[in-house]
């Protein structure tokens, strides 16, 4: 497994500078957020080719693309290609994508039905040019509960559709572990996030999910994927961040056999 960082996290700053974090915090790779200002409303071949070669330059891949299309949007067809150039151009095989259509249990029938049809058709494209796409597992989506990912994944029926992962703070969303085991075949991406017990987002390691245990069912399942930091919780974002990052590498180290070394943190 490798380590993540999801520029989202630090919004607020230019992407160049979240690279150069990303980089000198000790993390293999990027998920590109795709609003601006790290990535310009309108498709730039030059910018984001641009944003591939800072990355490589730092040592970093490009672990997914971050878009926000879905298949109910206008014109849905012209922005999932778009959003598959962009890809190319980053050099990354991994669109994450939405599914929309509100909430699953209040979904109106003919939404889910369109969904499902046109999930169809972009895979079929996407699966054509060796890229896959990733369902985003979240609230206020059709895609909030295992039940309906896998019945999505299962609907559309061909590889290039697989699933992000991440626990849910809902009162009535999945056990985490539970969420993971079942999942865990169809797993393309996680969203490391962790809440207390009353749902407040929090540091990774001080939440009510057991990561350890994630990490230990993601490699059950031969999953060799990111592990992704995408939010940081805390006064100072970047200690918030270097404490998440390491917390991580830690869960990976010990699944693999190995006690985690001082040389594996870096020096920053």
Same mark, same amino acid.
């Given at each position: 497994m490798k380590l993540g960082?999801?520029?989202? @996290? $630090?919004?607020?700053?230019?992407?160049?500078?979240?690279?150069?974090?990303?980089?000198?915090?000790?993390?293999?790779?990027?998920e590109l957020w795709g609003k601006s200002p790290h990535l310009p409303e309108d498709y730039d071949e030059d910018y984001a080719k641009n944003v591939r070669e800072m990355a490589q330059r730092k040592g970093l891949e490009?672990? @997914? $693309?971050?878009?926000?299309v879905h298949p109910l949007m206008h014109l849905h067809q012209k922005h999932f290609e778009e959003a598959f150039k962009i890809a190319r151009d980053l050099g990354t095989d991994l669109v994450r994508i939405w599914s929309a259509g509100g909430p699953s249990k209040s979904i109106a029938p003919a939404d889910r039905r369109l969904i499902f049809f046109r999930l169809v058709s972009i895979t079929q494209w996407a699966n054509f040019r060796s890229l896959r796409l990733g369902l985003e597992m979240h609230n206020n989506q059709y895609t909030d509960s295992v039940e309906t990912i896998l019945e999505t994944i299962e609907?559309?029926?061909?590889?290039a559709l697989k699933t992000y992962y991440q626990p849910l703070a809902r009162s009535d969303a999945d056990e985490p572990l539970?969420?993971?085991?079942?999942?865990?075949?169809h797993i393309v991406n996680?969203?490391?996030?962790n809440f207390d017990e009353s749902g407040k987002a929090c540091p990774i390691a001080d939440g009510v999910v057991d990561y350890a245990r994630i990490v230990e069912i993601l490699k059950n399942a031969d999953y060799d994927g990111y592990l992704e930091v995408e939010f940081v919780h805390?006064?100072?974002?970047?200690e918030a961040l270097q404490r998440d990052r390491d917390y991580l590498a830690s869960l990976i180290h010990t699944t693999d056999g190995d006690a985690l070394k001082s040389t594996d943190i870096p020096a920053v």
């Amino acid at each position: 497994m490798k380590l993540g960082l999801c520029t989202i @996290a $630090f919004q607020e700053k230019p992407l160049e500078e979240v690279i150069d974090i990303a980089a000198d915090y000790g993390f293999d790779g990027i998920e590109l957020w795709g609003k601006s200002p790290h990535l310009p409303e309108d498709y730039d071949e030059d910018y984001a080719k641009n944003v591939r070669e800072m990355a490589q330059r730092k040592g970093l891949e490009i672990s @997914a $693309f971050g878009s926000y299309v879905h298949p109910l949007m206008h014109l849905h067809q012209k922005h999932f290609e778009e959003a598959f150039k962009i890809a190319r151009d980053l050099g990354t095989d991994l669109v994450r994508i939405w599914s929309a259509g509100g909430p699953s249990k209040s979904i109106a029938p003919a939404d889910r039905r369109l969904i499902f049809f046109r999930l169809v058709s972009i895979t079929q494209w996407a699966n054509f040019r060796s890229l896959r796409l990733g369902l985003e597992m979240h609230n206020n989506q059709y895609t909030d509960s295992v039940e309906t990912i896998l019945e999505t994944i299962e609907e559309v029926n061909l590889p290039a559709l697989k699933t992000y992962y991440q626990p849910l703070a809902r009162s009535d969303a999945d056990e985490p572990l539970a969420a993971a085991e079942k999942l865990a075949p169809h797993i393309v991406n996680v969203h490391a996030q962790n809440f207390d017990e009353s749902g407040k987002a929090c540091p990774i390691a001080d939440g009510v999910v057991d990561y350890a245990r994630i990490v230990e069912i993601l490699k059950n399942a031969d999953y060799d994927g990111y592990l992704e930091v995408e939010f940081v919780h805390g006064d100072n974002k970047l200690e918030a961040l270097q404490r998440d990052r390491d917390y991580l590498a830690s869960l990976i180290h010990t699944t693999d056999g190995d006690a985690l070394k001082s040389t594996d943190i870096p020096a920053v």
